[in-house]
């Protein structure tokens, strides 16, 4: 018997082909994370439940089972165990979840406090912050062991701009845009090498003398990139298969392989190969729409194009309304995310996704914002937002438009949390709870067919 409890309604997702069945009243696997992670959850379990009761008129409804991860983990498990073998097992079975921000402990301390994650250097018998007995032992982060056990290897993060939030350039309507990042290679893999030990050595060694390769100082980190063929075209069959289905313009390929062009230029070249075997009756690459076509997209098509890294930033500022899907290796898409969400002045409430072929989880993107816990207080849009996602990808998107719509009116009658209350003048600061129940309120009265 797992420590968490299944409910004693609804059924699991199933799968066919590529595809979910998903029942009416689905099982789905949450935990709302550490430090404001549960001030979170309430109010984001109040705008879902809220939506999907206000479009399905209790036709569907979501099952929450709740699975430990974390510093909850710690609680309910073994001292050591922040990821149970249990939970990683439900978002498997269950398949889709959606999650809060996890503690991850920065520092050279060796333990941590379980209540308030203040770092400590010893173990002492109560934490000298909060009073708490439970101190564990310093821990590695839990989002990426989810990431790298449950092989969820795209990072999705849709980008748009919600009238009124207050933002730094003067048209954000313009930006509306997909980032699929891979989230597995590249920075991920960690392959790194530190100055002045036996193994860096090693590997200088062998690139300088046995393969001739010129590293300018011999006291260098060294760092290896991997991008595979296999890592690339799944991605990038994903995002491509996105949107199809969302019916979107084009998806670009953003890469850096005027520089590196075994890693980045290898990414773009097998994206524009499985574009070209597996969608070739729905796509047009951009060679080919100047070539065979003028420059005038056929109806119905799919535009494939890839732009440099850096050339990508400036493009989503001053034509941003020329990009909708981006395919993207890893560090360029952790760059270009943050960036593109402060364009819009969404950093506070960006949503975001980790998607694999078993399991997609959920889930805000910023952190546990520790000195708000417990205040009642943080903004909720970015864990509501990824509810969003969460329903679009259940296909209920009759409750994830209501949500949008609440929240957009919400924003715009200037009722806020504090993060956008201190931007927007003449605004009225709400709690994190009020802010989603007063989503809730402005879904409008009339519901919206299934
Ligand atoms: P953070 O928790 O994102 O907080 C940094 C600042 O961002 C906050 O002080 C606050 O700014 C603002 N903020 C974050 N969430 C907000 C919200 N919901 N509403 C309004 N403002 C919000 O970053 P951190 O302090 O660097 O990290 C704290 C912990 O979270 C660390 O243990 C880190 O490892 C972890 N973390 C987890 C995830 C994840 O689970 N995916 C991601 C990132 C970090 P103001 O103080 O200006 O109001």
Redesign the pocket.
């Known amino acids: 018997m797992p420590k968490y409890q299944v409910p004693s309604r609804g059924a699991k997702i199933g799968r066919k082909g590529a595809a979910l069945e998903v029942p009416d009243e689905p099982i789905i696997p949450f935990f709302p994370?550490d430090?404001?992670g549960p001030d979170?959850w309430r109010a984001t379990q109040v705008v879902l439940d809220g939506a999907v009761e206000k479009a399905y008129k209790g036709k569907k409804k979501i099952a929450w089972m709740e699975v430990y991860a974390g510093l909850t983990a710690l609680k309910h498990y073994d001292k050591d165990t922040v990821l149970p073998q249990e939970t990683l097992d439900a978002f498997r079975e269950y398949r889709v979840g959606l999650k809060g921000?996890?503690?991850?402990?920065?520092g050279q301390h060796k333990f941590v406090c379980l209540d308030c994650?203040a770092e400590l250097p010893d173990r002492p018998a109560k934490c000298p912050k909060c009073g708490s007995q439970w101190i564990t032992p310093r821990f590695r982060s839990v989002?990426v062991g989810l990431r790298q056990k449950l092989d969820l290897y795209a990072c999705v993060r849709p980008v748009r701009w919600f009238t009124g939030v207050p933002c730094p350039v003067k048209e954000p309507g313009k930006l509306d845009i997909v980032i699929f990042r891979e989230n597995t290679e590249d920075i991920y893999a960690g392959i790194e090498f530190e100055w002045g030990t036996p193994e860096q050595k090693k590997v200088y060694d062998f690139l300088v003398k046995d393969m001739g390769k010129k590293i300018p100082f011999p006291d260098s980190g060294i760092g290896i990139k991997p991008i595979s063929k296999t890592g690339s075209q799944r991605l990038i069959r994903m995002a491509i298969r996105y949107a199809i289905d969302h019916k979107k313009p084009s998806v670009t390929i953003v890469h850096k392989g005027n520089i590196q062009k075994f890693t980045e230029g290898a990414f773009r070249d097998w994206g524009y190969e499985l574009a070209k075997s597996e969608f070739r009756d729905q796509i047009v690459t951009e060679a080919e729409l100047w070539d065979q076509h003028n420059g005038k997209m056929p109806a119905g098509k799919l535009l494939i194009k890839d732009r440099i890294a850096d050339q990508t930033f400036q493009q989503l500022l001053l034509r941003p309304d020329e990009y909708s899907v981006l395919a993207t290796p890893n560090l360029n898409g952790d760059y270009l995310s943050d960036a593109a969400a402060a364009q819009v002045g969404g950093l506070?409430i960006a949503p975001g996704a980790n998607i694999g072929d078993e399991a997609a989880i959920f889930?805000?993107?910023?952190?546990?914002?520790?000195?708000y816990t417990n205040k009642d207080m943080?903004?909720?849009g970015?864990l509501i937002l990824s509810g969003v996602m969460m329903l679009e990808h259940l296909g209920w998107q009759a409750a994830a438009d209501l949500v949008v719509k609440g929240l957009e009116a919400t924003i715009q009658a200037k009722t806020v949390?504090y993060?956008l209350e201190r931007q927007m003048p003449g605004a009225k600061k709400l709690k994190c709870s009020e802010f989603g129940a007063a989503i809730v309120k402005n879904m409008g009265g009339a519901p919206v067919a299934a």
């Open positions: 994370g430090g404001t979170l921000p996890l503690t991850t402990p920065a994650a989002n506070g889930e805000a993107t910023h952190g546990t914002a520790p000195k943080v903004n909720p970015s949390t993060d």
